[in-house]
């Protein structure tokens, strides 16, 4: 089967780092992307890894280790505005091809 | 703005019904869409996708009589809900990849569609 393993929930305070792991079991793997996603609203993408390493885009960056089917995205300087669901979600198929999406992490960012 | 428009964003039919949602890239075009499916609280399931000229490829478990894919060009998918029940309630959202700074697989998604079944 395919999975993609990521925390339910996550609480933090404005101006911490916090970071939410993934873990992943599918059939062909070409990226790993994070997507942000406010009640209601559409995903939001946030960063893409296809290779190891850490990508960074602001307050964001996402890490990607192949090896062990494993990354994360750290946000830093939280912002009440961060509260949000954070979705990672495995490329399939091709490069441009079809995304299986983690299950969600609640993040709720307090003051 | 907006890389990929969708509308409508809300709709509210009867039973039996049918509903078509529209997915548009915007300045660019896009040979391969997808559409997903997520209930509250839940994360996106991805239905089908959505083949320019030709055939959609559906996941495992979805209708393709139920769920009705039409990619006739590259800036344009459909998906037409047929027949429509209070358990096909849902929101729908597609995506289309758009090339960045030479990178092919970012996703960028429609505002979404929020169907109501009555």
């Known amino acids: 089967g395919q999975s993609l393993e990521q925390p339910s929930e996550v609480t933090a305070v404005e101006g911490a780092i916090v970071q939410i792991n993934c873990t992943y079991q599918?059939?062909?793997?070409?990226?790993l992307s994070w997507y942000q996603q406010h009640d209601g609203g559409a995903p939001t993408f946030l960063s893409y890894?296809?290779?190891?390493g850490l990508e960074e885009t602001g307050r964001f960056s996402s890490f990607l280790s192949r090896s062990d089917s494993y990354g994360y995205l750290l946000l830093q300087e939280l912002q009440m505005k961060d509260s949000a669901s954070y979705f990672c979600?495995?490329?399939?198929?091709?490069?441009?091809?079809?995304?299986?999406f983690g299950q969600g992490t609640t993040l709720q960012v307090k003051p | 703005g907006a890389v990929v428009s969708q509308h409508p964003s809300r709709v509210i039919c009867k039973s039996g019904t049918s509903v078509k949602i529209e997915c548009r890239s915007l300045?660019?075009?896009?040979?391969?869409m997808f559409w997903y499916r997520q209930f509250p609280k839940q994360s996106l399931m991805l239905m089908a996708t959505?083949?320019?000229?030709?055939?959609?490829?559906?996941e495992q478990g979805v209708e393709k009589d139920k769920f009705l894919i039409n990619h006739a060009s590259l800036t344009l998918s459909t998906l037409t809900v047929t027949s429509a029940h209070p358990e096909d309630s849902s929101f729908y959202i597609c995506?289309?990849?758009?090339?960045?700074?030479?990178?092919?697989?970012?996703?960028?998604f429609g505002a979404g569609t929020r169907l109501s079944v009555l």
């Open positions: 979600a495995v490329t399939q198929g091709s490069n441009t091809g079809k995304l299986i």
């Open positions: 890894n296809a290779l190891d």
């Open positions: 599918t059939s062909g793997f070409y990226g």
């Open positions: 995506s289309a990849n758009k090339e960045k700074r030479g990178r092919k697989n970012i996703q960028y």
């Open positions: 300045d660019f075009q896009a040979t391969t």
């Open positions: 959505s083949n320019e000229g030709s055939k959609a490829t559906y």
